[in-house]
């Protein structure tokens, strides 16, 4: 059996290959593989196009946005196979822009993407042109227009019912629009967050039954009549500790859950909680449904530039540091951006979750764009000034998933005699056995893995992550 080890460390490595140990040591940890034990189907692994990653990949050089693209796209990069953007604008976009401006247009007669036409289509594009097996796309309003809302305006308020049915068509006239250019989207989500964001940036409200109403009612059957009756309707889209409640009212009966092909997730309830009785729940209530994670960042925090090793320290704080309420301020800890992202993707996978999509794909040294100032970090930083770019450790993290991890991969049962390594395997369709390995302690590590009749020994580092493809 052949095996390729590949480490990314906070001594240095940065998907490494690593060698196999000979000799066997006597403190080794056992990890036996049960390919026989399967659970969820993967759908893909990725990152997200927002007009802001695309602004900035179309300001550096034609060799340096080759190269990113290259990074998170190619089979040598990350090979990423599932993406999310947004319908109209969020505040990864550089201002406020609807599809559908002109009010009471019921029959979106002036309905135009033509804002998109700039940056976010054409990377979209290039980035197909270099991914060999493509890569599927959900696609996400963070509000209707505004005139279609009670309120008026961008932020908060809710969509009026006289305008259902032509928020419904907007979804079908954006599909046709994309789909003209040659891009298919996979996937839509009703609105982005629907709870809301503090009436600060682009949103719209949707209670649990108003949601499920407009998909039963309206977004589904719309779509169910047009050319569009495969793409899938992801419900929620927010935070984990809401997903019983969601759930709940979206799978009631056959009637209200016959549109919804699954369930979208954030992870900003906690920097360190996967929330796995929650995902279990939801898993179970519709184990035919997907259960996807839409949306998680460094959030709150301005790029820390060039300097790995603050990736790795426990210094960074979410948005709940400041504005969490009393009673929820525990959820929020100080955290190492590596720790979370590889203890969350695992624990998701771990816990039936399907697909896994981080937010921005490329921003900024501040952050940005954001057209609110709501810096966050991406994986890739970019200093467009001096044509610079920065692959943080947390693009080699996304890759020790992405690029091996494939669609349609299965999860499959294991046993780690060591509860302080974090753990998951996949079963591709070509037949690949795929271990990732998270060492989060400061001890070197010695390890076994056994699967069937074949035993490999390697050792992981302190603070590592790793990816074992075993063929």
Request: proline fraction near 4%.
């Amino acid at each position: 059996m052949n095996c390729e080890i590949f480490e990314t460390s906070a001594n240095g490595n940065t998907f490494k290959e690593i060698q196999l140990n000979n000799t066997n040591t006597k403190e080794e940890v056992s990890i036996a593989i049960n390919p026989n034990v399967t659970f969820q189907k993967i759908t893909g692994i990725g990152g997200s196009f927002t007009e802001a990653t695309a602004y900035l990949l179309n300001k550096l050089s034609h060799a340096k946005k080759q190269e990113i693209l290259n990074a998170y796209f190619s089979e040598e990069g990350a090979n990423y196979s599932l993406t999310r953007t947004h319908i109209a604008s969020c505040d990864f976009s550089l201002k406020n822009y609807t599809y559908a401006p002109v009010a009471n247009d019921l029959e979106l007669q002036h309905f135009s993407i033509e804002e998109d036409k700039n940056d976010l289509i054409p990377v979209i594009k290039e980035a197909q042109k270099i991914s060999k097996n493509g890569f599927n796309i959900i696609a996400s309003p963070w509000t209707a227009p505004p005139w279609m809302k009670d309120n008026n305006s961008y932020v908060g308020g809710k969509l009026k019912q006289e305008y259902q049915g032509v928020y419904a068509l907007y979804f079908q006239k954006y599909l046709e629009a994309y789909k003209k250019l040659g891009i298919s989207i996979w996937g839509i989500t009703p609105v982005n967050e629907p709870h809301g964001n503090g009436n600060n940036w682009e949103s719209m409200h949707f209670t649990p039954e108003e949601m499920t109403t407009f998909v039963q009612n309206y977004l589904g059957p719309q779509l169910e009549k047009s050319e569009f009756n495969t793409v899938k309707i992801l419900g929620y889209d927010q935070n984990r500790a809401g997903l019983k409640e969601w759930v709940n009212t979206m799978y009631a009966t056959e009637a209200s859950s016959k549109y919804f092909s699954g369930t979208a997730i954030h992870w900003y309830e906690s920097t360190y909680e996967v929330f796995p009785d929650d995902l279990n729940y939801a898993h179970f209530k519709a184990p035919n449904k997907h259960l996807i994670e839409t949306e998680g960042c460094i959030d709150a925090e301005i790029p820390v530039w060039k300097n790995d090793a603050w990736y790795w320290k426990k210094e960074a704080t979410d948005w709940g540091w400041d504005w969490a309420s009393e009673q929820e301020k525990y959820l929020h800890p100080k955290y190492a951006p590596v720790h979370r992202y590889a203890n969350d993707i695992i624990g998701c996978l771990n816990n039936y979750v399907d697909g896994w999509v981080d937010w921005n794909m490329v921003l900024d040294k501040q952050g940005g764009p954001n057209w609110f100032k709501n810096w966050c970090i991406a994986p890739v930083i970019v200093d467009v000034e001096t044509d610079e770019v920065y692959y943080t450790p947390l693009y080699y993290v996304m890759k020790h998933f992405s690029k091996y991890i494939r669609p349609n991969a299965t999860r499959i049962d294991f046993n780690c005699t060591d509860k302080a390594l974090k753990c998951t395997a996949v079963k591709n369709e070509d037949s690949s056995i795929v271990v990732v390995l998270f060492n989060p302690t400061l001890s070197k590590k010695n390890y076994t893995i056994n699967n069937k009749n074949t035993t490999i020994s390697a050792s992981i580092n302190a603070e590592a992550i790793q990816t074992i493809v075993l063929k």
